[in-house]
């Protein structure tokens, strides 16, 4: 058993390319009696990935303890990652090319994709705007770095707008939907369960949403490279990446239940977590060339827009030594 674990550790090591400055080593895995002493500190955001894997009951019976903290979004969840305050955590596509042109110490280590439609832009139900182009001098919210971000910007391009056509009030999503409810700003850049609380609770209106081919519809975890170095928390983070793709898959099969535990986590009415489930769910997809192209070219358009301070090689920031076992637990 030890020299077919020393085999997969090598393999995997092959796969994700030799390590670099911007890729951890690949340590060997410990047995479960190692993760006992293990301590996993993970970023979530409220409602997500730990009612998601309690209510699957995949945090029953886990070999080393996890450690939750919350975060508002994703570009914050980053920065604790980076500076070591947390090992790992879920983000939409944007924030890690803001992370990567940081120089943030995060790569990320597995992929998933969901509904396109959840990320929009929203605008009021008596809003005189029905296209893009009326974005033009008004006043948009979004939460820098974002998945929505990624979608405005987009949006932007396809309407011939530069970033500095409009006014962007970078706002966290609390604010924002406060700011939108009072018709403090124009439209916004949101995504799920916002999204649908937006639409039920304010009778916004969808300006444009991912589907329009806005968005590739990405998430992805992100470990801090300290993390993945240690041979411990590499073990329970391959560990975690398994249960949490199999988590996405339950959610997907048990709608409902998802959406009365997002629900209860959340606070927020059930018909609206109910809506957004139905959208329909993450579920994890390969981390192979085709996603890192296409984060490639969101980077560039955040790169070209001049909104990040530096470009961004994608690649560099992708380490993909667990994938294929997170792929073949899900199968």
């Known amino acids: 058993m030890a020299v077919l674990a020393l085999l997969g ?21 410990v047995s479960d009696a190692g993760l006992a002493q293990v301590v996993l500190r993970v970023g979530d955001q409220k409602g997500g990935a730990k009612s998601m894997l ?20 994703g570009p914050p969840l980053l920065e604790a ?22 120089n943030a110490k995060v790569s990320v280590v597995s992929a998933a994709r969901g509904d396109l439609t959840g990320d929009a832009v929203l605008v009021p139900a008596d809003s005189p705007l029905r296209d893009l182009a009326g974005l ?17 910007l987009s949006a932007l391009r396809r309407a011939n707008l530069a970033p500095s056509d409009v006014n962007i009030a970078y706002l966290a999503p609390a604010e924002a939907y406060a700011a939108f409810s009072q018709r403090r700003v124009d439209a916004w850049a949101i995504w799920e369960p916002y999204t649908s609380q937006a639409l039920r609770e304010t009778g916004a209106r969808v300006l444009v949403d ?51 535990v997002w629900s209860r986590e959340t606070g927020l009415p059930v018909e609206v977590t109910r809506a957004a489930v139905e959208r329909g769910g993450d579920l994890a997809v390969p981390l192979d060339q085709a996603a890192i192209d296409s984060e490639q070219q969101l980077a560039d358009a955040f790169a070209d827009a001049r909104l990040v301070p530096s470009r961004v090689r994608f690649a560099d920031h992708v380490d993909r030594r667990h994938d294929q076992d997170v792929l073949a637990a899900v199968r």
């Open 81 to 102: 990652a980076s500076a070591g305050a947390i090992d790992l955590g879920g983000v939409g596509n944007t924030p890690p090319i803001f992370a990567a042109a940081a």
């Open 210 to 260: 991912g589907s329009a081919g806005l968005t590739n519809g990405l998430s992805f975890q992100v470990a801090s490279r300290a993390a993945l170095a240690d041979p411990g928390r590499n073990t329970a983070i391959r560990d975690y990446l398994i249960r949490y793709a199999r988590a996405m898959a339950w959610a997907d099969a048990h709608r409902e239940q998802r959406a009365a």
């Open 9 to 29: 550790v090598l393999l995997t090591a092959c796969g994700s390319g030799a390590p670099s400055a911007d890729r951890a080593p690949v340590p060997s895995l």
């Open 136 to 152: 033009r001098g008004r006043t948009v919210a979004v939460a820098k770095g974002s998945s929505a971000h990624g979608v405005l």
């Open 54 to 73: 309690a209510a699957a009951g995949l945090l029953d019976n886990v070999p080393y303890r996890i450690e939750w903290s919350t975060f508002a979004a």
